[in-house]
């Protein structure tokens, strides 16, 4: 059965760094990998997405200049590499797959696009 699951989460201060990692397993085809994260009494939103065709990458405004979503082929992992942290980062995040692909990148923004999801990994930013 297709998995996804994520790790790299933890207790930070403010201003400071973690990378989330998504370990893939089972066959299965993906055209984008995202990050979402889920705040307490907050809907689960969109973080930043990777689409392979083209390369293309885009960033909820939030983090923009903060993070980056990178990829491992040879691992089937994808990675979030978090700087900067604030408190309002604090969250559930969660690792998705697409099997499909949309030539635009928004599309992507909404949960209801991915196919697979990991469990959640926890990421608490102190001030």
């Known amino acids: 059965q297709v998995q996804l699951v994520e790790s790299g989460g933890g207790s930070v201060q403010a201003g400071g760094s973690l990378r989330l990692s998504c370990a893939a397993s089972?066959?299965?085809?993906?055209?984008?990998m995202a990050w979402f994260r889920q705040a307490p009494g907050k809907e689960r939103e969109f973080v930043a997405v990777?689409?392979?065709?083209?390369?293309?990458?885009y960033y909820t405004d939030s983090v923009k200049g903060r993070f980056a979503i990178s990829g491992d082929n040879a691992k089937n992992t994808v990675y979030l590499q978090m700087n900067s942290l604030k408190p309002e980062d604090t969250a559930v995040y969660y690792c998705?797959?697409?099997?499909?692909?949309?030539?635009?990148?928004?599309?992507?923004?909404?949960?209801?696009?991915?196919?697979?999801w990991g469990q959640g990994t926890q990421v608490t930013v102190s001030s």
């Open positions: 998705a797959a697409s099997k499909s692909y949309y030539s635009w990148i928004y599309r992507y923004m909404s949960p209801e696009t991915f196919d697979y």
């Open positions: 089972g066959i299965f085809s993906t055209n984008a």
């Open positions: 990777f689409r392979r065709s083209g390369t293309t990458t």
